[in-house]
């Protein structure tokens, strides 16, 4: 599992899939979810605006498992 780590008190589910280097585009991402390839938490995620804070985790299909921390 990988840490991810973010300076605010969260980050939105699109924009944390670009900052893992996932996906290099919001199409990209859109496309991802809508694929059913993204877990937060272990339940399947569709919205790119879904916050995510600290201790959550996500597992993307082909990218691997990452974990959202604080600094």
Same mark, same amino acid.
């Given at each position: 599992? /990988? #840490?991810?780590?973010?300076? #605010?008190? @969260?980050?939105?589910?699109d924009q944390f899939l670009k900052l893992?280097?996932?996906?290099?585009?919001?199409?990209? %991402?859109?496309?991802?979810? $809508?694929?059913? %390839?993204?877990?937060?938490?272990? %339940?399947?995620?569709? *919205? *790119?605006? *879904?916050?995510? @804070?600290?201790?959550?985790?996500?597992?993307?299909e082909g990218c691997g498992?990452? $974990?959202? %921390? /604080?600094?």
């Open positions: 599992m /990988k #840490t991810i780590a973010i300076s #605010t008190e @969260y980050i939105k589910l893992a280097d996932c996906v290099s585009t919001g199409g990209m %991402a859109k496309a991802l979810l $809508q694929d059913n %390839a993204v877990k937060v938490n272990g %339940a399947p995620e569709e *919205r *790119r605006g *879904r916050k995510l @804070y600290s201790g959550d985790t996500v597992e993307v498992v990452f $974990q959202v %921390a /604080k600094p």
